[in-house]
């Protein structure tokens, strides 16, 4: 799955917030994590929702498909600048629980 932008955007936001003695505490439910990084539960159902259809993407389905015929055929063309692109928002994600 490729993180969004707009999702790295949304990781800096937070890390730059300084984190209450509340977000270092361990949270007991969803809610409580939520409450304590200040996230409304609309939001979290919202991209819970989102992530739950994603798996179930008929479109997904048919693209990897498509993606598994041309690497077998031998022309899968992959763009260097887009693979640089997707590594440093992953390793952005990755590491945003660190910061």
Known sequence: MQISTEQIDAIKRTVSQPRTEAAKAPAGNVAELAAAYGVKMD?????????????????????????????????????????????????????????
């Open 43 to 99: 939001e979290v159902r919202r991209f819970t929702e989102m992530t739950l259809a994603a798996e179930d993407d008929p479109f997904r389905a048919r693209r990897l498909r498509e993606i598994a015929r041309k690497v077998q055929d031998g022309s899968y063309q992959v763009d260097a600048d887009a693979i640089v692109d997707m590594a440093e928002r992953r390793a952005i994600a990755d590491r945003a629980a660190d910061l």
